[in-house]
């Protein structure tokens, strides 16, 4: 008899193939790579990564949302969560993350921030 498993989802998923990209800490420091989404909801995410991540680690993720009529044609998504589970699927890991907290920045404030810290390392 095949066993029946309750769903633990609180919000729908979106099919939604777009990449993103990640950052988690590591012992040596930061760590940045990028990623492909597989699903989104509000309250997580799924994507596929060449490397596992630590279950309950934290995570830093972006990703580009194209909008027409904005001028920049976008804005990215920047999502603090953490890692709920980890399966290896052929050459690739799958990742799930709970999102913890969002919000929508103009890239245009990324990119200034990043020019800006660059600076101050130089």
């Known amino acids: 008899m095949k066993e029946v498993t309750q769903e633990r989802r609180k919000a729908q998923r979106f099919p939604l193939r777009l990449p993103l990209e990640i950052k988690w800490q590591e012992p040596s420091g930061a760590a940045r790579q990028p990623a492909n ?7 997580g995410i799924y994507f596929l990564l060449d490397r596992e991540l630590q279950l309950q680690s934290k995570v830093e993720f972006f990703v580009r949302l194209h909008v027409k009529g904005v001028p920049s044609g976008g804005v990215l998504l920047q999502c603090l969560g953490s890692i709920v589970r980890v399966e290896r699927q052929d050459d690739q890991v799958g990742v799930a993350a709970r999102i913890d907290r969002y919000r929508f920045v103009r890239p245009t404030k990324v990119s200034q921030k990043r020019r800006a810290k660059k600076r101050k390392r130089t």
Not at 37 to 43: Q, T, V, Y
């Open 37 to 43: 989404i597989r699903n989104i909801s509000a309250a």
